[in-house]
Nanobody
Framework: QVQLVESGGGLVQTGGSLRLSCAAS????????SGWFRQAPGKEREFVAA????????VYADSVKGRFTISREDAKNTVYLQMNSLKPDDSAVYYC????????????????????WGQGTQVTVPS
């Protein structure tokens, strides 16, 4: 059973940066697509970014493209989300997720495509 634990959230001013980390245990981390999602109060959980098993393929939501970067470090069983130029609309609980896949190039954007989820970390950007 894969367990995912997020860290790195916090309060940051508009225009600031944060780096979220997601540490995985209990499985073969390199066999999974890794993704980040977020959920703001009163809104549905939405896709943010995903990275393939190989790390060579990434995909982003239009709202974060050019500001956020997803990366992975399999030796540490960790995936990161570097968030720059943060805006109040980025305020949400951020969740790390993992999905089994056979293909090294695969990325996934759908919530229902993911098998494992972390508990989330809060990011707040005051307006």
């Amino acid at each position: 059973q894969v367990q995912l634990v997020e860290s790195g959230g916090g309060l940051v001013q508009t225009g600031g940066s944060l780096r979220l980390s997601c540490a995985a245990s209990g499985g073969t981390f390199s066999a999974y697509v890794s993704g980040w999602f977020r959920q703001a109060p009163g809104k549905e959980r939405e896709f943010v970014a995903a990275i393939s098993r190989s790390g060579e393929h990434t995909v982003y939501a239009d709202s974060v493209k050019g500001r956020f970067t997803i990366s992975r470090e399999d030796a540490k069983n960790t995936v990161y989300l570097q968030m720059n130029s943060l805006k109040p609309d980025d305020s949400a609980v951020y969740y790390c997720a993992g999905a089994r896949t056979l293909w090294s190039w695969d990325t996934k954007k759908g919530i229902n495509e993911y098998d494992y989820w972390g508990q989330g970390t809060q990011v707040t950007v005051p307006s």
